[in-house]
């Protein structure tokens, strides 16, 4: 459509309080959740004419792009890196630069964008795929040949994903012709798990430790995530890291108008209680409070297990069988998060902008994984070290003379659940003693690598599975919706099209986790509901 020929609408708030007003009159799409795949899907639909609707419980939209501010200082809680958007002629950069009309930039994480600390052995992960793998040859000298192999299996199941996600797009009918050849070269991949994979090239299990080093990035030690979703993380961090510029709420502020500009409406705290069926279909959704909001279509971006438990209820009868195959699957990591501010800039400091990944001494992740779910005090399977004010070049400019850390660990969820009936910042002493402990814990490895750090903490804040189940609407607090094992990709359900005439389901779960996995999510719910391929629609300029 020529920019000329754009329908004009009165111009709206980008977001609106559900508090303050209601949202009135029919739509012809209500989505819930305002995280990037219901933001890209809602866009998509916007873009061609439909008149959308944004529901977001949290009092900030974005999902897991959203920022929380303190005084002096803001922390990005989802957003730590992202692969490949710094090369302009990437894929994903394209993608996003036409989702935000150019308004979204990007700064360049730098040659080495990961480090690995084993005990006292730093490993570094350097920007390029042949650097990578020559990196590796020098850390592990007899294993060439290894690696070769490993690289080769990244990019062949890298390269089998895009026809397996695009079949989940396609109408039952092609897709039962097309589907079981679009999808089988995938499933050889998704079908093993990482160690397998792995241990099917090697026995140095030093090597194979490195190698899964970034697993916190995906939420499950090797013998347990499936190596589809393994090589495509992998894959995605191969040309380097880079961090949106202005923090991760850029993402939704860039993107979030071409909705409202176009008739659309974003609203937070609106919670949604029901997705109202009548006569097979979905007609839209009942508020919290008792209100109806009746719609054309309904997009969940709220997850599998919400969309086909709390969220559909009784008003299907499937909706029980399709919640157990959820279930079945199992939800994925939940989290510690310390958010850390201090009172010099991130040059005065020295902060790198590479993260660390800490582990202790051995490099089995899942003995270490499996020793903490044992032990509470068993030393941290992991310790993930952000440095966004370092990767940011505008964060001196909205914070002079200040700087942010985030410390990140896994958390199993039974141990915060029987706080799990209390309310946020109500949660008692015994919780608060809790978190301070698991503070001073997850304090140890930033002191040990960046010991200049001590003593300029200004504000410390730990966020628990709890928080994410309060914040996001998880039901664990898991972060990556489902968990990424071989079972979740053979698992029919997971796909833009439920078995509700009008309902459909985007973001992480359609596709994986992550920022391109969502992305990717609300790219295919909208090419679903849409009947053609909106990326080429988006990239083409209609």
């Not at 397996?164 to 079981?180: D, N, Q, R």
């Not at 397998?196 to 995906?218: A, H, K, M, P, S």
Request: proline content about 6%; overall charge neutral.
């Amino acid at each position: 459509m020529d920019s000329t020929q754009e329908p004009h609408f009165a111009q709206q708030p980008l977001v609106q309080s559900y508090k303050k007003q209601r949202p009135e009159g029919k739509w012809d799409v209500v989505l819930i959740g305002s995280g990037l795949g219901s933001l890209v899907c809602g866009v998509l639909l916007a873009r061609q004419g439909k008149k959308v609707l944004m529901l977001e419980q949290h009092y900030t939209p974005g999902g897991f792009t959203h920022v929380f501010k303190r005084k002096r200082f803001e922390w990005d809680v989802g957003i730590h890196y992202i692969g490949e958007v710094h090369d302009p002629s990437s894929g994903l950069r394209k993608l996003f630069d036409a989702l935000s009309e150019n308004q979204l930039e990007w700064a360049d994480v730098g040659d080495v964008y990961d480090r690995l600390v084993f005990g006292e052995t730093l490993y570094e992960l350097p920007k390029g795929a042949r650097a990578f793998a020559e990196r590796m040859k020098a850390y592990f000298p007899k294993e060439h040949l290894a690696i070769d192999r490993y690289m080769e299996a990244v990019f062949g199941a890298s390269r089998s994903a895009r026809t397996f996600f695009m079949e989940k797009a396609m109408p039952p009918l092609a897709s039962a012709v097309a589907g079981p050849w679009m999808r089988r070269k995938f499933l050889r991949y998704s079908d093993q798990t990482t160690l397998e994979v792995l241990r099917g090239l090697t026995r140095n299990e030093q090597l194979i430790g490195v190698l899964c080093g970034q697993y916190g990035d995906y939420g499950l030690p090797p013998a347990q995530s499936s190596f589809a979703m393994h090589a495509v993380l992998v894959k995605h961090y191969f040309k380097g890291g880079a961090f949106p510029v202005g923090g991760s709420s850029r993402i939704f502020e860039t993107i979030a108008p071409q909705i409202t500009q176009r008739g659309g409406a974003i609203y937070t705290n609106a919670s949604v209680e029901n997705i109202m069926v009548r006569g097979g279909r979905a007609t839209g959704v009942v508020m919290a409070d008792g209100y109806q909001i009746e719609a054309g279509s309904v997009v969940s971006g709220a997850g599998a297990w919400n969309t086909f438990g709390p969220l559909l209820g009784d008003a299907v009868p499937e909706a029980a069988g399709w919640q157990q195959k959820v279930t079945n699957i199992g939800t994925s990591a939940s989290h510690l998060s310390l958010y850390l501010g201090l009172d010099a800039t991130a040059a005065a400091l020295k902060l790198p902008r590479a993260n660390y990944w800490v582990y202790p001494e051995g490099y089995d992740h899942d003995a270490h994984v499996a020793r903490f779910l044992a032990d509470p005090e068993a030393p941290l399977p992991l310790a993930y070290i952000s440095f966004p004010a370092a990767k940011d070049p505008d964060f001196t400019r909205r914070y002079p003379g200040r700087s942010t850390i985030e410390v990140i660990t896994l958390a199993p969820w039974e141990r915060f659940a029987p706080w799990s009936e209390t309310r946020w910042k109500h949660r008692g002493d015994d919780y608060e003693a809790l978190k301070a402990s698991l503070t001073e814990r997850l304090l140890e490895p930033l002191y040990r690598l960046e010991p200049q750090v001590r003593g300029h903490i200004e504000a410390q804040e730990l966020s628990t599975p709890l928080s994410t189940a309060h914040f996001a609407g998880y039901h664990q607090g898991e972060i990556y919706g489902l968990a990424h094992t071989p079972q979740r990709f053979r698992e029919p359900v997971l796909r833009p099209r439920t078995g509700v005439n009008g309902l459909w389901l985007t973001g992480q779960d359609v596709v994986s986790c992550g920022i391109g996995g969502a992305l990717m999510g609300g790219i295919l719910t909208a090419s679903a509901m849409l009947g053609k391929n909106a990326t080429a629609e988006l990239l083409s300029g209609h």
